[in-house]
Nanobody, 126 residues
Framework: QVQLVESGGGLVQAGDSLRLSCAAS????????MGWFRQAPGKEREFVTA????????NYADSVKGRFTISRDNAKNTVYLQMSSLKPEDTALYYC???????????????????WGQGTQVTVSS
C-alpha cells in the first residue's frame, strides 16, 4: 500500500510560480509511474502531467505545456510539480497519484491510477 502526501499548495497571484511536492511512503517508489491531476469546484478531475518510473518520459496536458514541469527524485521518494506563469484557471485541488507496479509509464486517465494523495489546494488570484 502506497501512501502519498502532497504539499506546497497555497494562494498566489497570476504570473507567480509554485512547486508542489508529493512524498511517497513506499520504498519501491522507483517502480511506480506517477501523475498529477487537479479538480476545480464543479468540474471533473483532469489530467495535468505524468512521469514514468525513471523520470525520462513525461506527458503534459495542453493547458499546462510550457508552464508546468514534472520531475521525480527516486532517492527521496518524491515527485514534484513546478508550476510557473500561473493563471486563475489553474485554481484547483491538486492530487498526485501512483500507478500499479506493473505499469512503467503514466496515463492520462484517473482510473488507471491505484493510489492517491489527499490533495493540496492551489488558488491563483487575478
Amino acid at each position: 500500500q502506497v501512501q502519498l502526501v502532497e504539499s506546497g499548495g497555497g494562494l498566489v497571484q497570476a504570473g507567480d510560480s509554485l512547486r508542489l511536492s508529493c512524498a511517497a511512503s513506499e520504498r519501491t517508489f522507483t517502480r511506480y509511474a506517477m501523475g498529477w491531476f487537479r479538480q476545480a469546484p464543479g468540474k471533473e478531475r483532469e489530467f495535468v502531467t505524468a512521469v514514468d518510473w525513471s523520470g525520462g518520459m513525461m506527458n503534459y496536458a495542453d493547458s499546462v505545456k510550457g508552464r508546468f514541469t514534472i520531475s521525480r527524485d527516486n532517492a527521496k521518494n518524491t515527485v514534484y510539480l513546478q508550476m510557473s506563469s500561473l493563471k486563475p484557471e489553474d485554481t484547483a485541488l491538486y492530487y498526485c497519484a501512483a500507478r500499479g507496479v506493473e505499469f512503467s509509464t503514466g496515463s492520462y486517465f484517473p482510473h488507471d491510477y491505484h493510489y492517491w494523495g489527499q490533495g493540496t489546494q492551489v488558488t491563483v488570484s487575478s
